[in-house]
Every structure is written in structure tokens, then in C-alpha cells.
């Protein structure tokens, strides 16, 4: 199957103000009250808790296979920072995932397909 070219890839991007923060925690009732307690401090704007996941790892010489909440965190660029700092010091993980995305953005958003 031959690839498509994007075509938006040659339109020039604009970074966003917009951070997204992805982690995971081992059930709903502790990523719920850390989100709740990021979002009491201002450092999020919103927080989404997604159940379901199995989450395959390696930890201390072994494969792991556990189930996990995902957890998607919006916030500003300028708390960031800040946020993913909180964000390790409540996390219940010796050592969380802390995935950061800055969201590029395009001139027109209709030409985005």
C-alpha cells in the first residue's frame, strides 16, 4: 500500500500554549485524588481518567503485566513544569510515566483532514 503524503505537511506550525500530561496509576481512586489535587492547586485544567488499560513493563529483571488507569492532564505551558513536579510527588509509583506533549497547531484548521 503506497503512503500518502500529508498534506499538511508543508503548511508552517504554530506552537500552542497547551500541554498535555499522560501517566498511569494501578486504579481509579488514586489517580482520581491526585488529579483532584492538581486541579485545587491550578496546575491543571482538566484531568480525564480512561480505565481499561494493561500496561506490559519491564521492573526489577522481570516483564510485568498489570491493569492501569490512563490518565490525560491539560494544563499551560507556563505550569508545566510545575505540574509534572506535583504530579511526581503525589504519584503513588516509585517511578511514574510522565509522558509531555506540546500541541503544534495549524493556521487554518480547515486544512487539517
Not at 503512503?3 to 482520581?32: I, Q, V
Not at 480505565?51 to 521492573?59: L, M
Request: contains cysteine; aromatic residues 6%.
Amino acid at each position: 500500500m503506497a503512503s500518502k503524503e500529508c498534506p499538511t505537511d508543508s503548511l508552517p506550525m504554530k506552537e500552542s500554549s497547551l500541554r498535555l500530561l499522560m501517566t498511569t496509576f494501578s486504579d481509579r481512586e488514586s489517580a482520581a485524588a491526585v488529579v483532584r489535587s492538581l486541579l485545587e492547586e491550578r496546575l491543571i485544567a482538566c484531568g480525564s481518567i480512561l480505565p481499561g488499560a494493561t500496561s506490559f513493563y519491564h521492573w526489577e529483571g522481570d516483564i510485568m503485566e498489570a491493569p492501569e488507569v490512563v490518565v490525560l492532564m491539560k494544563t499551560e505551558q507556563a505550569h508545566s513544569k510545575s505540574c509534572m513536579v506535583r504530579l511526581q510527588e503525589l504519584h503513588p509509583y516509585e517511578v511514574p510515566e510522565i509522558i509531555h506533549w506540546i500541541r503544534k497547531c495549524y493556521p487554518n484548521p480547515t486544512l487539517v483532514g
